[in-house]
């Protein structure tokens, strides 16, 4: 089964609200087993909204719609249906019911121009939103089905967990698709495809190499008759990546760097600290995002002011003669953190994130430095990544869980370097 995606409203287009619906729909659509071939995002023009509609409709087996269905007169989701199956709209008297009554609930008379609500075609059955003011609907025509759900994300996946997506279920039937993501670190795009280059030519499954910010992920995706059966494919696959990749895979799917790098510091019983510059507490956020964290971090120091760093430990002599965004402090800093806490690693960040006057490095340079108080080391990872101030500390506290990472298996931090 093919469908199309259509996200409807003008305030997508000049980017009052983001889409997140058709995200929603294309990451369920594979577990049914249902083809997602193109999304849409089209404003409140009656006329342009109707065109793509028929587009769509000539070419896929199912058209999933959210927005639009409002009462105003810009909400012209209804009135674009109808035209496309061309089939007059009636009010039905039970959903006008219940309309007022939701209104009566909350002690308010319906405004007249809700009445668009309660429209119905010969060809459509409503879907029931006990979460907002407009109905659904499920419209089957000429061998198609098209399904147009309210827009607001409360009332959309509840719409869609409750009514829309079981049943799809019953509709699909046939093959489902199932992904499994490996997500490395350490290693560039290039790199890993180059790695996986011998398996890249598979059908079913297939993989699919992907750069994002926690590192290079690798997607596995099969189709199969049912989840087992895909999962069945998926699994000799996947055991050879995670051969070829080694150590460079640290997590699948939902698992986020945090919670990986937490688990191993968990795992061996040893404890983390952190000092921070330019991150402001955004490593030690993304460190304590996993439950029972607590077990592990032993806290963290944010100190912008030079005076700060020395007074929490970082030695005089290093700043004066390194400078505060230098290898040698964070390597410092790392170290002054373990120490003040009584934790068995210590990690860093100090870097320029943006245009800093008073700054002599460049733009994007970062250092990350993490000591390793059973050995009485420190390490460090220096790059550069100019791609303004919210990238740079992103990929500085992502760059830092990997440098803890490699200490904690035993091997070289390497250097990246990167210039944005």
Same mark, same amino acid.
């Given at each position: /089964?093919?469908?199309?995606?259509?996200?409807?409203?003008?305030? !997508?287009?000049?980017?009052?609200?983001?889409?997140?619906?058709?995200?929603?729909?294309?990451?369920?659509?594979?577990?049914?087993?249902?083809?997602?071939?193109?999304?849409?995002?089209?404003?409140?023009?009656?006329?342009?909204?109707?065109?793509?509609?028929?587009?769509?409709?000539?070419?896929?087996?199912? %058209?999933?719609?959210?927005?639009?269905?409002?009462?105003?007169?810009?909400?012209?989701?209804?009135?674009?249906?109808?035209?496309?199956?061309?089939?007059?709209?009636?009010?039905?008297?039970?959903?006008? =019911?219940?309309?007022?009554?939701?209104?009566?609930?909350?002690?308010?008379?319906?405004?007249?121009?809700?009445?668009?609500? $309660?429209?119905?075609?010969?060809?459509?059955?409503?879907?029931?939103?006990?979460?907002?003011?407009?109905?659904?609907?499920?419209?089957?025509?000429?061998?198609?089905?098209?399904?147009?759900? +309210?827009?607001?994300?409360?009332?959309?996946?509840?719409?869609?967990?409750?009514?829309?997506?079981?049943?799809?279920?019953?509709?699909?039937?046939? $093959?489902?698709?199932?992904?499994?993501?490996?997500?490395?670190?350490?290693?560039?795009?290039?790199?890993?495809?180059?790695?996986?280059?011998?398996?890249?030519?598979?059908?079913?499954?297939?993989?699919?190499?992907?750069?994002?910010?926690?590192?290079? =992920?690798?997607? !596995?995706?099969?189709?199969?008759?049912?989840?087992?059966?895909?999962?069945?494919?998926?699994?000799?696959?996947?055991?050879?990546?995670?051969?070829?990749?080694?150590?460079?895979?640290?997590?699948?799917?939902?698992?986020?760097?945090?919670? $990986?790098?937490?688990?191993? %510091?968990?795992?061996?019983?040893?404890?983390?600290?952190?000092?921070?510059?330019?991150?402001?507490?955004?490593?030690?956020?993304?460190?304590?995002?996993?439950?029972?964290?607590?077990?592990?971090?032993?806290?963290?120091? !944010?100190?912008?002011?030079?005076?700060?760093?020395?007074?929490?430990?970082?030695?005089?002599?290093?700043?004066?003669?390194?400078?505060?965004?230098?290898?040698?402090?964070?390597?410092? /800093?790392?170290?002054?953190?373990?120490?003040?806490?009584?934790?068995?690693?210590?990690?860093?960040?100090?870097?320029?994130?943006?245009?800093?006057?008073?700054?002599?490095?460049? +733009?994007?340079?970062?250092?990350?430095?993490?000591?390793?108080?059973?050995?009485?080391?420190?390490? =460090?990872?220096?790059?550069?990544?100019?791609?303004?101030?919210?990238?740079?500390?992103?990929?500085?506290?992502?760059?830092?869980?990997?440098?803890?990472?490699?200490?904690?298996?035993?091997?070289?931090?390497?250097?990246? !370097?990167?210039?944005?």
């Amino acid at each position: /089964m093919k469908a199309e995606v259509f996200a409807i409203g003008t305030e !997508i287009l000049i980017g009052d609200i983001l889409d997140t619906n058709s995200h929603f729909i294309a990451r369920r659509l594979p577990a049914l087993g249902i083809d997602c071939y193109f999304t849409h995002q089209v404003g409140d023009n009656l006329e342009r909204l109707t065109g793509e509609l028929r587009r769509a409709w000539e070419r896929s087996d199912l %058209l999933l719609l959210t927005g639009g269905l409002g009462p105003t007169e810009d909400d012209v989701t209804r009135e674009a249906v109808a035209a496309l199956v061309d089939e007059q709209p009636v009010v039905d008297p039970e959903l006008e =019911h219940t309309l007022r009554g939701f209104f009566a609930g909350r002690g308010y008379a319906m405004p007249e121009r809700n009445v668009k609500q $309660a429209w119905l075609l010969p060809s459509t059955r409503a879907i029931p939103n006990p979460r907002g003011t407009a109905p659904g609907w499920w419209v089957e025509k000429d061998g198609r089905v098209l399904v147009a759900m +309210p827009g607001p994300p409360a009332e959309f996946t509840f719409m869609w967990e409750q009514e829309v997506e079981p049943r799809l279920a019953r509709l699909a039937g046939g $093959a489902v698709i199932v992904s499994r993501t490996l997500k490395t670190i350490g290693v560039g795009e290039g790199t890993v495809d180059e790695m996986l280059s011998p398996l890249l030519k598979s059908t079913n499954p297939t993989i699919g190499v992907y750069a994002k910010q926690d590192g290079v =992920h690798a997607r !596995i995706t099969a189709k199969a008759a049912t989840r087992d059966d895909a999962t069945a494919l998926i699994a000799p696959l996947e055991a050879e990546v995670r051969r070829i990749l080694g150590t460079a895979v640290w997590g699948a799917d939902d698992d986020t760097l945090g919670k $990986a790098v937490g688990g191993m %510091l968990r795992d061996r019983g040893m404890t983390l600290a952190t000092m921070e510059s330019c991150t402001a507490g955004l490593l030690g956020a993304t460190i304590t995002e996993t439950p029972r964290s607590s077990d592990y971090y032993r806290g963290g120091f !944010i100190s912008y002011w030079t005076e700060l760093k020395k007074r929490w430990g970082v030695p005089a002599q290093v700043v004066e003669q390194h400078g505060v965004v230098s290898a040698e402090c964070a390597e410092a /800093m790392a170290r002054a953190a373990a120490l003040a806490t009584d934790a068995d690693f210590g990690l860093s960040v100090t870097c320029v994130a943006g245009l800093d006057p008073q700054e002599e490095k460049p +733009p994007g340079t970062v250092h990350v430095g993490c000591y390793d108080r059973a050995t009485d080391r420190a390490s =460090h990872i220096s790059f550069r990544f100019n791609q303004g101030r919210h990238a740079v500390r992103e990929r500085a506290v992502t760059v830092g869980l990997l440098l803890l990472r490699r200490t904690l298996l035993g091997e070289q931090p390497g250097q990246v !370097i990167r210039s944005g």
